[in-house]
């Protein structure tokens, strides 16, 4: 058994790390409260490849994988963009790239994948409804087909980056949710090109102001007569939920390889300062009740770093990894979490202070475990698909 990074991603995060190297704390801080998009950032890893990582060569792309595209969320995440920086690799290498590549069909590859590999085009995904929640099977977004075409109707929200996306990979049903035998029958993912949409008034989007995360707009989506092509169908008709599943574990692995990122940053951030603050003329960080946290915090990176490795692997070689992925994204952002609320114990009264950043660490790394899936969910896929407990409904 080999726990040696292949090359591909060494050099990954050779390069992405590179690139950061020239955005400090200070830079992500900016973007954050001026609420824009890392426009530089994104510049450097469009001119240098890397937002093409996951899309095959014959499309201009790197054709590597899920496990290149963690490492190099990853690496973003630790330099100091934190918990906010998963959008640049999650919405257009992952929810584009990645699901195109495997279940676009050639058509849409040929016109596609070039442009995403090169950043030329952005997407983003939209899934969750108001009411149906985290139950994803339960969405009512409805696609009625009219000749040639499909008309659709619906709501969405907490969808990040309609603003900058030229595609959006929508979630509908096309045969209602009380009638699909089984239940994951029915649903198909569409193409639909946002700014057509939104010029012909079938599409608009009202932004939800947030508490972190505020360098991509999340947003309430309304979808009223929207005609797309039988063209647009991602996969196959009707059997959307592989393309579905396609989505939501690359999804919860690069939130994932985020969240560790972030973890890293705060255990970075607050080791520093238990180095360097001195009460009682010693470093606090003498202390075992400042020292312990950090160093348990440390040991649970590490782990989860393995699980999230295991499901990169898994996904790219075409194995089961939803229980991996799972638990990758759980422990992820759990660590994240104890990591930041470290710091937070660690700075004591400074960390209210926005001068430094452990409040923006704090909120990247509290929406982890809420988003996009909670954390009661994906204990219960474990309780009950893994080790076979009874469903409470």
């Given at each position: ?87 640049v690799y999650v919405l257009t290498p992952g929810f584009g790239a990645t699901t195109l590549a495997r279940h676009g069909s050639a058509e849409q590859k040929a016109e596609l994948l070039p442009k995403l590999a090169s950043g030329e085009i952005e997407t ?80 608009s989007y009202r932004p939800i102001p947030k508490m972190g995360a505020n360098t991509t707009p999340s947003n309430m989506v309304f979808i009223d007569d929207l005609r797309v092509p039988a063209t647009s169908v991602v996969g196959e008709l009707h059997g ?154």
């Amino acid at each position: 058994m080999d726990f040696t990074l292949p090359e591909s991603a060494q050099a990954v995060r050779r390069g992405i790390a590179d690139i950061c190297s020239r955005y400090g704390m200070d830079y992500w801080e900016r973007c954050e409260s001026e609420k824009r998009w890392p426009e530089e950032v994104w510049a450097e890893l469009a001119k240098g490849g890397w937002l093409g990582l996951a899309v095959p060569e014959e499309y201009g792309g790197a054709g590597q994988g899920l496990l290149e595209l963690a490492v190099a969320t990853e690496t973003l995440a630790a330099s100091g963009a934190a918990g906010g920086s998963a959008f640049v690799y999650v919405l257009t290498p992952g929810f584009g790239a990645t699901t195109l590549a495997r279940h676009g069909s050639a058509e849409q590859k040929a016109e596609l994948l070039p442009k995403l590999a090169s950043g030329e085009i952005e997407t983003c995904f939209a899934l969750t409804e108001p009411d149906a929640g985290s139950n994803s099977l339960a969405v009512s977004t409805f696609a009625r087909q009219d000749g040639s075409d499909f008309v659709i109707n619906g709501q969405k929200i907490w969808i990040t980056g309609v603003q900058r996306a030229t595609w959006m990979l929508l979630v509908t049903r096309t045969i209602p949710a009380a009638e699909a035998r089984p239940r994951t029958n029915g649903m198909t993912v569409f193409l639909v090109n946002v700014p057509e949409a939104v010029a012909a008034g079938t599409l608009s989007y009202r932004p939800i102001p947030k508490m972190g995360a505020n360098t991509t707009p999340s947003n309430m989506v309304f979808i009223d007569d929207l005609r797309v092509p039988a063209t647009s169908v991602v996969g196959e008709l009707h059997g959307g939920v592989s393309v579905l599943w396609d989505v939501l574990n690359p999804e919860r692995v690069l939130l994932g390889a985020s969240a560790l990122g972030g973890a890293e940053v705060a255990l970075r951030v607050g080791v520093e300062y238990a180095k360097q603050r001195e009460v009682f003329g010693r470093p606090i960080g003498a202390n075992q009740a400042v020292a312990f946290p950090l160093a348990q915090v440390k040991a649970k990176i590490e782990l989860a770093r393995l699980m999230l490795y295991k499901a990169a692997w898994s996904f790219d070689n075409r194995l089961p990894c939803g229980t991996e992925a799972n638990i990758a994204k759980l422990t992820a952002s759990q660590a994240a979490w104890e990591a930041a609320d470290a710091a937070f114990q660690t700075h004591g009264g400074m960390a209210y202070s926005l001068e430094y950043p452990v409040a923006r660490l704090l909120a990247d790394a509290r929406i982890g475990r809420i988003a996009p899936v909670t954390e009661e969910l994906l204990l219960n896929y474990l309780a009950t698909q893994v080790l076979g407990l009874p469903r409470s409904f």
